[in-house]
């Protein structure tokens, strides 16, 4: 399992990025998928950039694995700020426009679609959510 730990902050983006691109760009995701899933690993970093932490800030931690039989990508995002599942907010309504929609909670809807498994604990003051996608070959 390959880790790294960053003060969240927007000018870490492009670094907490670039680790998932390395470890996954060669995991045998197909394109789709592999685009997709950067799709979701940038909405769940934004939302711990953005939200987690007030003006003190705090750390991101982002570990990424390979899970043999069958083959699956699990990424986990860890941070101590407040306790936040966003598992638990409804999904949007996305047949309404997007004008009269309220504001948020799109982001963790795609992601939700997009990965195969997406979890939520709060342990040891963290809050952890796993992400885990199947591995369909080229």
Known sequence: M??????AIE????????????RVDQSGLNAENLMLLKIAFE??????IHYAYGEGGGPICVLVDFLEDPKRLF????DHGISFNP??????DIHVPAEERNIGGLGIFMTKKIMDSVTYRREDGMNILTMIEGITEE
């Open 11 to 22: 000018e870490n983006f492009e670094t907490l990025m670039n680790f998932l691109e390395e």
């Open 87 to 92: 598992l638990e907010r409804a999904d949007p």
């Open 43 to 48: 909405e769940i970093i934004i939302n711990v």
């Open 2 to 7: 390959e880790k790294i730990e960053l003060p």
């Open 75 to 78: 990424i986990e995002v860890r």
